[in-house]
């Protein structure tokens, strides 16, 4: 299992930035893509933004130009930088690993435990 640590939520004024962090740790033979999704109270999850282990990205159309995903391979960590945020970002945040186990035939996927992005206007 694949264990995920998310940080950098909170409260922040229309406008301003926020930088999530989270960090995958356990039996990790291989990381494939890695992203960010966000769910608002009444709505699905949607896809934020999502980088494959060549770092290749890819975002949503509601945040490209404001919000920026990166990720470290060494550490296993993705980081989401994010500006210009909007109200209509206000969302609980998950981090999302697509992964290879060591012992493991198939790829699995591990989601983080959401932290709250709140933005106000």
């Known amino acids: 299992q694949v264990q995920l640590v998310e940080s950098g939520g909170g409260l922040v004024q229309a406008g301003g930035s926020l930088r999530l962090s989270c960090a995958a740790s356990?039996?990790?033979?291989?990381?494939?893509?890695m992203g960010w999704y966000r769910q608002a109270p009444g709505k699905q999850r949607e896809l934020v933004a999502t980088i494959t282990s060549a770092g290749s990205t890819n975002y949503a159309d509601s945040v490209k130009g404001r919000f920026t995903i990166s990720r470290d391979n060494a550490r296993n960590t993705v980081a989401l930088q994010m500006n210009s945020l909007k109200p209509e970002d206000t969302a609980v945040y998950y981090c999302?690993?697509?992964?290879?186990?060591?012992?493991?035939?198939?790829?699995?996927?591990?989601w983080g435990p959401g932290t709250q992005v709140t933005v106000s206007s």
């Open positions: 356990g039996s990790i033979f291989r990381i494939n893509a």
């Open positions: 999302h690993v697509n992964y290879r186990a060591f012992v493991a035939a198939y790829d699995q996927n591990s």
